[in-house]
């Protein structure tokens, strides 16, 4: 068995870097992107009212002796072009949030602060600094400057940003065309009647749900029987079609109807590497295919049946290795341990985790990785070593969110 370093370099040398499309703002959610995103003009574009309140110009208004009652000479709104005070000695401007500051201004009062009677204003306590409750122009960034960076993964923030540098569609890293096979005789659909000897097929919704996390939404699924001839069928017709990436659960391991790699094998799949010395997930398959049709080779991953195990290293390679060749800026993670970990095998651990306070993770205790409960509890997973037996509670260990939450 080959170590999760070792696996993890192997695939590394199959991947290839994706192209790129544009696509809707709206749909951006969650990828890659593939410019550097430069602002087309200063942010904030003006000198801008951050509170409702009256504009003054600050210096005139500490010099003069009635400096406490002022007249209101207009009112300023969000939208409007900058009006101009007239009177900076005794005049004021009303002024609304997000309005122009108006010309021959330079702070705002707060109406809490003030008294108004008609049209004159008694400034109640006055503004210890110039420029107060004003957000100057350019503050937050200045015009031509690198707001976010190639590879950047955009995040709901990210998309409030792109929209203000007037960014209705989005140069992206494209996304992969995945074939998800799900194999077992005793998978049912869920909406059908399940026997006592049946379950119901759950790795579609699993795993499907932790692509759809990482914006991976062009996928497809099919349950299949373990039937030899029939998984055969329809593993060819997906290696020679429009797939970038061929995923299958179950039938990797050493069952008398675990068929995969040796179908895979008959189709020219090339094994790279069979078993990972890790728990859960030691079954995992990874080989590459290709033939004169393809520019590209097709990654295929055989990932163990049981629920944990296929998600484990659903997460750990396959997403992994697509973020890396996307290029995406994503480094690794680590987050402090509620809980201590042992593990006295020689192989590398990967224990579920729950989000805790303080950017921190409760150790969740399973039964095995065909328990559903413990993983419906998840939020990701931690990994230990295999040269470290155990990590008492507070310490940090590489930590694979199922989604892309950034710590």
Not at 44 to 52: H, Q, S
């Amino acid at each position: 068995m080959i170590t999760p370093e070792e696996a993890e370099s192997i695939i590394k040398l199959s991947e290839y870097v994706y192209s790129h499309e544009q696509i809707s703002l709206d749909a951006s959610l969650g990828r890659v992107i593939a410019e550097d995103i430069i602002s087309d003009r200063d942010g904030p574009p003006f000198d801008r009212v951050a509170m409702d309140g009256i504009a003054v110009d600050f210096d005139v208004l500490y010099d003069k002796s009635e400096k406490n009652v002022l007249d209101i000479e207009d009112i300023q709104y969000a939208g409007e072009r900058a009006k101009t005070l007239k009177n900076n000695i005794g005049g004021a401007i009303e002024v609304m949030t997000g309005a122009c500051m108006p010309i021959g201004t330079n702070t705002v009062i707060p109406y809490e602060d003030l008294s108004i009677v008609s049209k004159q204003v008694t400034i109640n306590t006055l503004p210890l600094s110039k420029g107060k409750n004003v957000h100057r122009q350019g503050t937050d960034f200045k015009n031509d400057e690198v707001l976010l960076k190639k590879g950047t993964i955009i995040s709901s923030a990210n998309i409030g940003l792109l929209a203000s540098v007037g960014k209705s569609t989005v140069d992206v890293k494209s996304s992969p065309k995945i074939c998800l096979f799900i194999t077992g005789s005793e998978l049912v659909n869920v909406n059908e009647t399940v026997q006592s000897h049946q379950i119901r097929a759950s790795h579609q919704y699993t795993l499907g749900s932790i692509l759809r996390a990482h914006a991976l939404n062009n996928f497809e699924y099919k349950i299949i029987q373990d039937d030899e001839n029939l998984l055969r069928s329809y593993i060819e017709e997906a290696l020679l079609g429009e797939f970038d990436i061929l995923l299958l659960t179950g039938a990797v391991s050493k069952g008398k109807k675990d068929f995969v790699p040796s179908i895979l094998e008959s189709l020219g799949v090339e094994e790279r590497f069979h078993k990972i010395a890790q728990r859960p997930g030691k079954p995992l398959y990874f080989g590459v295919f290709s033939n004169k049709k393809n520019v590209k080779n097709k990654m295929v991953f055989g990932l163990p049946g049981n629920p944990t195990s296929a998600a484990v290293c659903l997460r750990c390679y396959v997403i992994e290795s697509i973020l890396r060749a996307q290029e995406a800026l994503y480094p690794k993670q680590s987050i402090r341990i509620e809980g201590n970990l042992y593990f006295k095998r020689p192989l590398t651990l990967f224990n579920l985790v729950s989000y805790s306070e303080n950017n921190s993770a409760k150790i969740i205790h399973s039964s095995g990785s065909g328990d559903v409960i413990s993983l419906s509890k998840s939020d990701g997973f931690v990994e230990l070593p295999a040269n470290i037996n155990e990590s008492p509670s507070g310490t940090y260990l590489r930590f694979y969110s199922w989604g892309n939450k950034k710590l």
